[in-house]
């Protein structure tokens, strides 16, 4: 009787262990995040694309953030602020030329 037992709370427990990873991995890498990140005022000004290529705009100051535009080659960016992120790289926070708000590498812009 008790190995009955034991074997019906390990298959139990397992399948627990089994349904919460399948809920972990649904579950969002990192959410949005707005302007309340940011850690110094940029004083509002326009900054043009320093590449040819397109700049990921994202949801928050990150690579593992969600891309939700993109800064075309020599396009504008207009800055509103900006923080540094755990990496150690600054990302600023604004909006594209089209109205799209969100976080930009600074390594795309002449900050």
Known sequence: MKSSSARKTVVGMAASAVALGAVMATASSASAVNSSAC???????WAYS???SDAPLREGPGNQYRQKGTLEGLHAFYVICSTVNGSGNRWYYG?????TR??????WING
Do not use: Q, Y
């Not at 850690?39 to 000004?45: F, G, V």
């Open 50 to 52: 320093v590449d040819l």
């Open 95 to 99: 909006d594209l030329a089209n109205g």
């Open 39 to 45: 850690t110094r005022d940029d004083k509002n000004h």
């Open 102 to 107: 969100g976080w930009l590498w600074g390594r």
